[in-house]
DNA sequence: ACCTGAACACCGTTCAAGT
DNA sequence: ACCTGAACACCGTTCAAGT
């Protein structure tokens, strides 16, 4: 109810809800801060107090996917039967739904880090891979995965989950064919167990 | 031996030598049609004989990343022994060590296309698919691999391969674990065969 | 056929100054 | 504490003109 002549008070998540839009419809080569402060009605130099530069906008915008792919993972696999395939099929599915939404902000979320030493991973992104470890473990439980290291095959599935979202971001695969590769995923984790 | 005063003659395969080379050292965002005329001595207006925006430049970069690997895939598995494990696991080392290597490249090779229709892969493309496609189904003969569609168990090994370079080029993985990730990604295509 | 030079519109980034 | 306005150095892209 401001009528923000001076102080936006809410600039910092304009800015970041604008830039999401303008990933999902453009890609991140048109996403330019210049251009997001235009489309907030604010000068080209006010998003410096809230991104110092372009880069931290762009890690904000990773954290922030991260955060919402960790959530979608977990409903969906809250959501599924008790069933361990099953379990584990929802949460393939919800990985590719992010992907094939949000290819761009996914490649982001994965894009070679700036060589600026050894940055430890966002808060968000650890969640996703401790969510997706807790289903790797649940299913050693049940012996519907193999034994050894969960952390190796957590690596393993996260590898291929995201190997599968780069080749139908990337237009190597159709979106089309993810029913089939999510299924010959599972089955390949899961063959002859139960 | 030429004083290149004029005609570079020469100028695309500089052009293209130059931009990989920075590409490793700098990463795609470092890359400017500008600079490399700059470093290659020439007007920043003549790239655009060669290729006519920064995109045809990346797309250049990527053809010839493709034609590389599929290349350098070829070479490690015929370098390998008989044994089908050991060749599969050339493949997935070779892959690996191009992406350790070249992650920039590789991102490039692998990332989302620009919504400029329907565009058909590069033949560079298409070799490695057709190479790695060869691997599966001489696998299957010698029943090492499940059976059924070769294509699509092809598809999955590609994004699990993809998946662990992405996971390595973004920090999510060390390099160092590039091995156990090799060993558990051939353990898991050829579980319990042979 | 290939390259130059000037020009245009756009960036990211910085910094004094305003409220 | 947050935002403005001018300034700087850099792009990609275009196009007439040169060789």
Known sequence: ????????GNLRA???DEAQRTLREQGVEQLSLRDL???AGVSHAAPRRHFHDRQALLDALADAGFARLADELCAAIADASEDYEARLRAAATAYLRFAIDDGALLDLMFATKNAS????????????????????????EVDALPPGDPARLRLLLVATLQGIAALITSGRADPGQSHDLIADTVALFTRDRH
Chains 1, 2 share one sequence.
């Open 1 to 8: 109810m401001a009528d923000r002549p001076y102080h936006h």
């Open 14 to 16: 304009v800015l970041l």
């Open 37 to 39: 402060a235009r489309q």
């Open 117 to 140: 030493g050894p940055t430890a991973l966002p808060a968000s992104a650890t969640r996703l891979f401790t969510a997706i470890g807790d289903l790797i473990s649940q299913g050693q």
